[in-house]
């Protein structure tokens, strides 16, 4: 019991050494729960490695530059015109564009050449060949059809399902994915 006895009288007299002796195991205790939190972080990060052993999934950034990030993300591109149509695709191709929505002309523009199932040429190729190209390196092709330039002005639109039919004959050798008629509001 005298021994129980010196402690007591110990911690109840102050002194420099039990305030240091306080100050080392307060020191000890931050560092073995700084130590706790660390190693459960890191093994959280194997379970996640474990359950995902092919590594991250499409969309995830994890682990990649942005640039990395932005090749692997899905993208879709509106092309108004293609004056080089060689650049264009090259474009496409290195940013890995996976769907561009393609301008084949105007209602108010080119309706007798889109009755006939005729694409605008607006580029350096005809369309349906830029089309074909596209379709090769599988990014996928969505024709677009402008109605005209005055928002409120739908003169021609009652023209749209006699467009639509006359271009289902070519979809049958383009093989597009749909077929867009834009209207800016």
């Known amino acids: 019991m005298e021994c129980f006895s010196d402690l ?9 050494k039990r305030t240091h002796i ?10 073995l729960i700084i130590i ?9 990060k194997e379970e996640d490695k474990e359950s ?4 991250p999934e499409e969309g995830d950034i994890e682990g990649k530059t ?3 990030s932005y090749l692997n ?24 564009y996976s769907k561009i929505y393609l301008y084949v ?14 694409f605008y040429n607006s580029g350096d190729i005809e369309a349906k060949e830029l089309i074909k190209k596209l379709i090769s390196l599988n990014i996928e092709v969505e024709p677009c059809i402008y109605i005209n330039d005055n928002p409120n002005d739908f003169t021609n ?18 093989k597009f994915t749909a077929l867009h008629f834009d209207v800016e509001p």
């Open 105 to 118: 002309g105007c209602i108010e523009w080119n309706l007798d050449q889109l009755i006939k199932g005729e």
């Open 22 to 31: 306080f100050l080392g195991i307060a020191i000890v205790l931050l560092l």
């Open 66 to 68: 942005p640039f990395e």
């Open 73 to 96: 993300a899905k993208k879709y591109l509106y092309v108004w015109s293609y004056p080089n149509s060689e650049n264009l695709i090259k474009f496409l191709v290195d940013h890995k």
């Open 157 to 174: 639109i009652d023209k749209a399902p006699e467009i639509a039919k006359a271009l289902a004959e070519v979809q049958k050798t383009l």
């Open 36 to 44: 706790i939190i660390c190693v459960a972080a890191s093994s959280s």
């Open 52 to 55: 995902n052993p092919s590594g």
């Open 8 to 16: 007591k009288q110990t911690l109840s007299t102050p002194s420099k």
